[in-house]
C-alpha cells in the first residue's frame, strides 16, 4: 500500500469535464429521434408567426433562438435528436408562467432543459417542442451559514452554487461528474443521485422546498427554509424527479451539509468481485460515520478513462478497482480508521494493493479516473447506458452475462458505478448505432433487472429512452395513477411529451 501523502482539506476538482462539454456539442450529429425509434407527432399545433411575436414580447428578441439548435436538440450521449425549431430563454418565474399559460391555450409541447447532461433523452425534444431553457435563471438567493440552507433559482449551475456554499464552510449535498454543467432544478427534476447519496441520502431528503410553474402557468410556490413541515401533503416531491412532465421547476432551497475538516481517498484493487462485495461491508463497519462515498470500477471501465483522457492509474493489472472516500473532522483519528480498514483488508487477502491520500490534489487525480468514465466511454463510438440498482450480490453479473450476450457485436462491455447504493452503471460500447445490437440489449436488460427485482433506473430516471420499460419496475396500478396526477397537473399534456409515460 502506497501512502502518498498528508491531509488537506478537499477543494473543487479541475473543470476537465466542462472543457469537454464546451468542445462535444459541436460533435456528431445521432439520427432523428422520431425516425429511429418511430415516433407519431402527437396532436400538437405547430408554431405560427404570431406565436414567435408573442414570445418575443416576453423574453425579447436576444433570448429567442431560432438558428444553430443543435445544442438544444442534441443530447449529452448522441443518442436522441429533436427537431425543435425554438428555443425560449426566460430570464424569471413570470416569464415562465407567461410562456407556459399561452403554450397551454395554444397547445403548443414544450421541453423543460436545464445543463442538457441527462442521459435518458429527456431533456431534448422528442419531435418539435418549444425548448424552454432554464439557463437564465440562475441566481443564487441566499446561503444562511448558521442553518446550512441555500436557496436558488433553477439554472443555477450546481458546482457555482456549490463553490459559494464552500465559502461559508458548507457543501451542497450533491456530487456528480456533471456538476460543472447541470443546473439545480435540472437536478431536482431528475431526483439526481451522485457521488455521495451513500453519505447524504438523495434529494427527496435534502431539498426543502421548490417553486414550479404547471402547464397552466400556474405558480406553485412550495419553498421553505425549514426541515421540519407537516402541512398537509407534501407537494413539493412531485417535482423531485418528475423529469419536466408536471411542472417546470423555477427556484429550489436545500440544506447544505457542513464542509468536513479531514477528507481521505484510497484507491484499491481486488482479484474478485467476492472481495469487493466484502470489502464493502467491512468499509461500512471500520469506517462508519466518516464513509462518504463507495465506488467500483471495473478493469474496461478504468482503461476507458485511462486511455482516452492519457491519465495514470496509481495501480494497475486489477479486474476490479474501489475508490473510497471519508469525510470528517479530525485528520489523525480518521486516517487511524483508515488504515485499520485497510490492513484488514490486506491481511484477509480481500484488498491486493491500493494507494491512500488526503493531498488535495492527489485525491483529484484519483476521483478523475472514476468522474471521466462516462465521458471517454461516449468515445468509443456509440454507448448503451443502464443505470439500474440491483441487489449487490447479483450486482456485476450482469455485466459478465452481457457480455457472453452481445459477444462481437460490442466493443466494450463495462460496469462501474456507486456499489455504495447498489446502483451499476452498465455500459454497452459499439462503433455506432445498429438495431441488431439495441435488440440484442433491450428489453433483455431490463426483463433481467426485473427478475432480480431491481429498479430499471437508479438514478438517471426514465425520460424517453427508457419509457416503454417503465412496467418492469412499476406495477399497472401505480402506473396509472401516475397517468391521472398527469392528466391532473397538465390535462393537454404539453409538458415533455413523450416521456417518462407512454
Ligand atoms: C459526465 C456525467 C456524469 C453524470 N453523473 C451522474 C450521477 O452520478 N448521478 C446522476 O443522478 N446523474 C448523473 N448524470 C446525469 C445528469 O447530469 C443528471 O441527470 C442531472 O441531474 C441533469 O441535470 P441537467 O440540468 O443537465 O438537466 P437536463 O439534462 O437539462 O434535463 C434532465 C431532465 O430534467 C428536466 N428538467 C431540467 N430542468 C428542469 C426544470 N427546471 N424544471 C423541470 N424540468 C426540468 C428535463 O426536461 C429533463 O427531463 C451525469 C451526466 C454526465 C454527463
Known sequence: MKKM???????????????????????????????????KRGNYATLEGKDIAFFESIV???????????????????????????VLRPSSTQEVSAILKYCNERKLAVCPQGGNTGLVGGSVPVCDEIVLSLARLDKILHIDEITGIAACEAGCILENLDLKARELGLVVPLDLGAKSSCHIGGNVSTNAGGLRVLRYGNLHGSVLGVEAVLANGDVLDLMSDFKKDNTGYHLKHLFIGSEGTLGVVTKVSMLCAPQSQAQHVAFLGLSSFDDVLKTFRDSRQFLGEILSSCELIDANSLDASVNHFKLNSPIEGYPFYMLIETSGSNAEHDMEKFNRFLENGMEKGQIIDGTITGEVGKMQEIWKLRELVPVALIEDGFCFKYDISLPLREFYHIVEVMQERVGNLATRVCGYGHLGDSNL??????????????????????????????????EHGIGFLKKNYLKYSKSPAAISKMRELKQLLDPNSILNPYKVLN
Open 5 to 39: 501523502s498528508a491531509t488537506g482539506l478537499l477543494k473543487l476538482r479541475p473543470n476537465v469535464v466542462k472543457s469537454f462539454f464546451r468542445t462535444y456539442k459541436a460533435s456528431g450529429i445521432p439520427e432523428l429521434t422520431q425516425v429511429r425509434h418511430n415516433v
Open 60 to 86: 425579447g428578441k436576444n433570448h429567442l433562438v431560432q438558428d444553430d439548435l443543435q445544442g438544444y436538440n442534441v443530447d449529452f450521449m448522441r443518442s436522441v435528436r429533436g427537431s425543435s425549431q425554438l
Open 425 to 458: 452503471h452498465l455500459n454497452i460500447c459499439c462503433q455506432e448505432f445498429t438495431q441488431e445490437i439495441y435488440k440484442c440489449i433491450e428489453p433483455f436488460v431490463y426483463e433481467y433487472t426485473s427478475q432480480v427485482k431491481g429498479s430499471i433506473s437508479a
